[in-house]
Each structure stands twice: as C-alpha cells, then as structure tokens.
C-alpha cells in the first residue's frame, strides 16, 4: 500500500497562473481533506470531501476550488496563483471525520513569486 | 482567533527524561482530541487520540492527559528518545467536520 501520495512534491508558479495538486489514496478512505501548512499557523484546513462527488469548504477555502470525481482522488486547484498562496499543502484521509486518525501524504511544497 | 494553542513553539529534554507537551483549546464543543508527530519533509502521522469521557490514554511510552476544566491536554511521552525529535501538533473535533490543529511544539531530545 502507497497510502496517500501527493503530486508534484514542490511547485514554482508565478502570480496569476494556475494548477492543480492531485491526491491518490489506496486505503478505500471516504473522507479527504486538503490543508495548507504555515509557519507558527499549525494545519489549516482548506476543502474536504465526505465521499465521491461531493465537497465542502474549510477554514481558509477562498482561492481554491476542489473536485472528487473518484472516490480515491482529491484534486486542489488554483485558478489564479497568489502570493499569499506561498505554503505547504497536504492531503489527508480518513474513514470518519471522528474517531480515526487522519493518514496525511508528504505535501507539496508550494511557491508563488 | 486561535481556538487550539500550543504556547511552546519549542521543548528541549535530555534522552530518559519525561517529555511534556501542552495543549489548550477554547471551544467547549470539542469533545475529541488527537497528537500529530511530523518529522521534516513529511506528513504529519498519528500519534495518540483521547475523548472526552476520558481523562487519560496511554500507548506505550506515550500518555495523553485531558482537564475538560481547564480545556487543557498534554502529552507525555517516557523514556524520551532521540528519535522523539519532531514537530507535535495537537488538533481537537466536535460536531463540525473539521479538525482544528495547533500550531505546534518542536520537540528535540537530546543524547
């Protein structure tokens, strides 16, 4: 089992371009989640997904869209890249939401000059 | 507004000695607690989780205490060990579908 891999594991756009990070995970997980690291700011969560098809926002979702097309895939995009945007991306799974822990991938390290 | 602080950013131990990392949190519906260990240019991995119709969990070396009172948890991990050397982060859940993470306590054991 790979468990929950991430691409690409670092990332150089400049303002106002866009991409997309894919999530893979192979554990047959229902919940995903996407969360932006920041230095002294812990995990902030971004978007998650309670099962294929669907998605919700999170703590800091502005400036990202989502989408879950296949139960083991999250995609997180940027439409248009900020400098503010500049973090560490994870994604994580997870059976439930409570109660199971969450497996995170590696990140994706991004910078937007 | 910070609703789950971890006013250390940083804890130095001698290897043997007990660990104690700190957590408190703001929001009284959390009812769910969790560790995170992350190592550097990792993902963070779990750790040890509690709730709240618990005060104490132990797996091993590693003891979650939690003060519903006084919305505190630590962690404390015995024998410390250099390879205990990481980020911890604590994170909490209620009813919301969310976990709220702390910023974090950079722990280094040293030999």
């Known amino acids: 089992n790979a468990g929950v891999t991430q691409t690409p594991k670092f990332r150089v756009l400049k303002t106002g371009q866009s991409m997309t990070l894919l999530c893979a995970q192979d554990?047959?997980?229902?919940?995903m989640y996407w969360y932006r690291q920041d230095p002294g700011m812990g995990l902030r969560l971004i978007h998650y997904?309670?099962?294929?098809?669907?998605?919700a926002k999170g703590e800091v979702p502005d400036g990202y869209n989502v989408s879950r097309l296949k139960k083991q895939n999250f995609l997180l995009g940027l439409e248009s890249a900020a400098p503010s945007q500049t973090s560490v991306y994870f994604c994580a799974s997870s059976w439930d939401f409570r109660g199971y822990e969450q497996y995170f991938g590696p990140g994706t390290r991004l910078t937007v000059t | 507004d910070q609703q789950v602080k971890q006013n250390s950013p940083s804890l130095s131990v001698q290897e043997g000695r007990i660990s104690i990392l700190n957590c408190d949190y703001t929001n009284s519906m959390f009812d769910y607690f969790l560790w995170y260990k992350k190592y550097p240019a990792e993902g963070p991995t779990f750790l040890i989780s509690?709730?709240?119709?618990?005060d104490k969990n132990e797996d091993g070396r590693f003891t979650v205490f939690l003060n519903k009172s006084a919305k505190h948890l630590s962690l404390h991990i015995v024998p410390s060990q250099p390879g205990d050397s990481a980020v911890y982060f604590c994170a909490a859940t209620g009813s919301a579908r969310q976990l709220t993470f702390g910023s974090g306590t950079q722990l280094t054991v040293l030999p």
């Open positions: 554990m047959n997980h229902e919940y």
């Open positions: 997904s309670v099962g294929e098809g669907t998605t």
């Open positions: 509690i709730s709240s119709i618990k």
